[in-house]
């Protein structure tokens, strides 16, 4: 069945999620950014494109809205949070894959008040972190949780080896923001970019990974597990380099601006960049008094052919399938509800899982 699906924002990620939606529904893209628009028009020129500043006073966006059955909220997180608002307040059901970085405390009541399901974090991490927990967390006792991801460019260029497959801005804020994880039943809180480690990966070899702040709704939804964590993944010596700029001062208060402008050009994934995606979700407990350990890994590279990066497939093919879980009415529930909720019903996972495999997306489960 065809439904008329409005999403919100084009960039990367958002142009993903309208062109994989508009091969079934009717899609209506929105965005401030022309250029955007023009190259999603470029790829299919049956999604209609309309720009917008979502934040204007002057749009009544329960108006502009009013033709949608359903909403995806693609929009850079610094400006997530009251967008999906304004979604709720529109009356609109919503999937959302903004990554604001406010409480959802207030949006719940609103969302009940006026009817409504948003399902937020719908990208692969967050997001498929979170389905993984939810899961198995119905399956036994979990008591160790942790992952760690990276999108990385595949041509590596000093100084950075690094490209933004998503909002560099999102990327800038994660770099700053502590970092928040569980150890031994205590909620903790640590710098970002704290704690390396070094892993080795099949087919990528060697990674840093440190601390960021990923986990999000996991801290609150599963408050029992003893231990849990997330840390980015970058190349060897980028850490360093973004620990150095921090130290003589260009992410403080007197610079970030600048910084911030350096960054986005030098970071910027152009369309012909090709990038990968790396991942691994480890959830070990007990069952029956006994050890278990469940691992999902995933790695995955861009699609040269249709100009797609990986991490916009990764994060927005997660999305859409929760999109057609919710279009479908597999999803009944009223309010604002992170994924690891849908993650709770094994239907919803493996649909999610099969759909994912469908598209090339393929997570690779081992059970220890």
Not at 96 to 114: G, M, N, R, V
Not at 318 to 340: D, H, R, S
Request: aromatic share 8%; glycine share 6%.
């Amino acid at each position: 069945m065809s439904y008329k699906i409005a999403v919100l924002g084009a960039g990367m990620v958002g142009r993903t999620i309208a062109l994989e939606l508009a091969k079934t529904h009717s899609v209506t893209s929105f965005d401030l950014n022309q250029q955007n628009l023009e190259i999603l028009n470029r790829k299919n020129n049956s999604i209609q494109t309309v720009p917008i500043n979502l934040l204007d006073a002057s749009v009544h966006l329960k108006e502009t809205l009013s033709f949608a059955d359903l909403v995806v909220n693609a929009v850079p997180g610094f400006m997530g949070y009251r967008v999906l608002e304004l979604v709720i307040k529109a009356g609109k059901n919503s999937v959302d894959i903004s990554f604001f970085p406010e409480s959802i405390t207030a949006l719940q009541q609103l969302a009940i008040e006026h009817n409504v399901c948003s399902i937020m974090d719908c990208g692969v991490a967050p997001g498929m972190s979170n389905l993984i927990l939810g899961r198995y967390n119905q399956e036994f006792k979990v008591l160790n949780f942790k992952f760690y991801v990276g999108g990385l460019p595949i041509v590596r260029e000093k100084p950075f080896e690094y490209k933004a497959p998503f909002s560099p801005i999102d990327v800038i804020e994660e770099y700053m923001r502590p970092a928040r994880l569980r150890v031994n039943g205590e909620n903790k809180t640590e710098p970002a970019l704290s704690e390396m480690e070094t892993l080795n990966f099949d087919g990528i070899g060697t990674l840093d990974g440190f601390n960021t702040d990923g986990l999000r709704s996991i801290l609150d939804s599963f408050p029992d597990i003893p231990n849990m964590s997330e840390k980015t993944l970058r190349y060897p010596g980028h850490v360093e380099l973004i620990k150095t700029l921090k130290a003589i001062g260009f992410f403080g208060p007197a610079h970030i601006e600048a910084t911030s402008k350096v960054l986005i050009n030098s970071w910027k994934l152009n369309e012909t960049d090709e990038d990968l995606t790396v991942m691994k979700v480890v959830v070990e407990g007990t069952k029956d008094n006994h050890p278990i350990t469940i691992v999902y890994d995933l790695l995955d590279y861009s699609d040269t052919k249709n100009q797609l990066s990986s991490m916009s497939r990764t994060t927005g093919l997660t999305c859409t399938a929760v999109a057609e879980l919710a279009l479908a009415k597999q999803i009944n529930l009223k309010g604002v509800y992170p994924p690891e909720k849908i993650g709770e019903n094994k239907e919803n996972f493996d649909f999610i899982i099969n759909y994912l495999k469908e598209r090339n997306v393929h997570w690779i489960k081992q059970v220890k």
